[in-house]
Each structure stands twice: as C-alpha cells, then as structure tokens.
C-alpha cells in the first residue's frame, strides 16, 4: 500500500548529541511536511517541501533542519537536542493539485532526549 | 495568524451520537478537516469539507459547517469504543501551493464508556 513511513518509531538521544529522523512516501506527493507534536497540544509545523523548494516557518529554531534528497525521502536533523525537544515528530504529505486528498502522515518518532 | 479552538475533552457512551465542535479565526480558510488520532500513532483523515458547503455526510460522520460565525463540527453517529481518540480540526488556505498549509487545533479527546 502507498503510505507514509517513518523511522524510527521510537528514538533515544543524548542531550546535544544530533539526530536524523527519516520519512519516506511512495505516494509521490509534491509536498513534505515535518511537525512537532507535544503532549497534549497541536501539531506545530516546523517546515516543509513544496517539490524542491525549502519553506522554513519563522518560529522553528536554528537547530532543526532539514532535507530532501528525493522526491521520495525526507529528514530532520536535529543539531543539538534539548530537553524541549522531546516530542513526536510527524511527517506528513500532500499533492498540491488534490486538496481534498488532504495530508497524508506517518505514524510519527517519539523522540527522547536523555 | 489562524488560530483553531476546540474544547478538550468528551465523554459520551457507546451508542450515543458525539458532536465535536471547532472555531476558528480565518475566514478565508479554504479547506477544513478532521483527523483522527489513537495513541501512539499519526494523523489519519476522517473527512473534510470545503468552505462552499455547509455539510457533509460519510456514514457515521457529520460535518457542519458555519462560515459566519467560523464554527465546524463533526458529529459521530452511534459512537463505538473504537472511535476514542483524538480528534483534530484542521483549517487551511489557498487552493494547493505553498501557502496551502494547515493549521491544527490542539484536539479533542474522545472517550467512549461502554
């Protein structure tokens, strides 16, 4: 089936020492979202990929990037991880053309930072 | 910027109808939906309704939609156990592109008692 995947489910790291988590689709969507999900509050969009093009929102910090090798793969790293940044990080995706299809995401990586 | 608020929590037993509700601040939003999520996992999309209708029927699900006074609800039919999650309501723009990103409520938690 086409979907969203994620990897790692569940990742482990230690405070400053960076991270890359990965998503991949065989959706062939155009566009790749990243988002960070705390407990009990609602995703925050931290950037995303529209095909190529790179749109940082302003509120995301320095020490998370990003990448898009391919249409097919997408990866945050996180630089040096904080104690804040425990979260779930949900990868979603989108076909600009068919926004009733609506965003398509993985079922995320918990991220503990120790 | 948008802004999304739901209540936080429900609690109906199994067999009753559930009614989520949601506001939301940009009246442009173009396209709204509802995602689901169970613990542990991603985002799933329930359904959706564009900003031209004002209503949407799937089976058990309901959307309402107000433009005037920016209100979105789902209603679930006969609630099952299954259905505990929770649910989100998601705003977003322009038809496709770059700007067509989604803004996220901080979700509804639904709980079934049998």
């Known amino acids: 089936d086409a979907m969203v995947i994620q990897n790692p489910r569940y990742q482990v790291t230690q405070f400053g020492k960076p991270v890359t988590l990965s998503c991949s689709q065989t959706?062939?969507?155009?566009?790749m979202y990243w988002y960070q999900q705390k407990s009990s509050q609602a995703p925050k969009l931290l950037f995303h990929y529209y095909d190529k093009d790179f749109n940082n929102e302003a509120d995301t910090p320095d020490n998370f990037q990003s990448r898009r090798p391919n249409t097919s793969f997408c990866f945050l790293d996180i630089r040096s991880p904080g104690l804040g940044d425990a979260a779930m990080y949900l990868c979603?995706?989108?076909?600009?053309?068919?926004?009733?299809?609506?965003?398509?995401f993985g079922s995320g990586t918990r991220l503990t930072v120790v | 910027g948008e802004d999304v608020e739901q209540s936080l929590f429900l609690s109906v037993r199994e067999g009753d109808s559930s009614v989520i509700n949601c506001t939301y601040t940009d009246s442009s939003s173009t396209y709204l939906y509802w995602y689901k999520q169970e613990p542990g996992a991603g985002l799933q999309l329930l359904t959706y309704i564009f900003s031209n209708m004002d209503m949407k029927q799937d089976q058990r699900l309901t959307v309402l939609l107000n433009k005037k006074d920016k209100h979105l609800s789902l209603r679930i039919a006969d609630t099952q156990t299954g259905d505990s999650a929770i649910y989100f309501c998601a705003v977003g723009g322009s038809y496709g592109g770059s700007q067509g990103n989604l803004i996220f409520g901080k979700g509804t938690k639904l709980s079934v008692k049998p």
């Open positions: 979603a995706t989108k076909i600009s053309s068919r926004p009733d299809v609506g965003y398509t």
């Open positions: 959706l062939n969507h155009n566009v």
